[in-house]
């Protein structure tokens, strides 16, 4: 059975960071683009960064370009989201979600998804 397990969520301060890590297993994901998404209290959700299945190309949301990296190592079929230079506003619930081959913005044309995990920032 498939599934996409989310660590290294919890609280930090604006300006610190978090490193975000999803573990997939039961199948092999290497094939599969990876998206983190966040969804914060009363907004939809959305895609903050993605990465497909080389990972030769990724893309940031206008609101984290420049401090999240997103990255895979398919070796161990898991996919990170550095977050560097927190803001009070990056406070949401992040989910990786995984979908054939190249990523796309909505998330509804994804797979599989992790249980996510909560991440809040504090000032």
């Known amino acids: 059975q498939a599934q996409l397990v989310e660590s290294g969520g919890g609280l930090v301060q604006a300006g610190g960071s978090l490193r975000l890590s999803c573990a997939a297993s039961?199948?092999?994901?290497?094939?599969?683009?990876m998206g983190w998404f966040r969804q914060a209290p009363g907004k939809e959700r959305e895609l903050v960064a993605a990465?497909?299945?080389?990972?030769?190309?990724?893309y940031y949301a206008g609101s984290v370009k420049g401090r999240f990296t997103i990255s895979r190592d398919n070796a161990k079929n898991t996919v990170y989201l550095q977050m560097n230079s927190l803001k009070l506003e990056d406070t949401a619930v992040y989910y990786c979600?995984?979908?054939?081959?190249?990523?796309?913005?909505?998330?509804?044309?994804?797979?599989?998804w992790g249980q996510g995990t909560q991440v809040t920032v504090s000032s």
């Open positions: 979600a995984a979908r054939a081959w190249s990523w796309r913005p909505n998330p509804y044309e994804y797979d599989y």
């Open positions: 990465i497909n299945w080389s990972g030769d190309s990724t």
């Open positions: 039961g199948r092999t994901f290497s094939s599969d683009a």
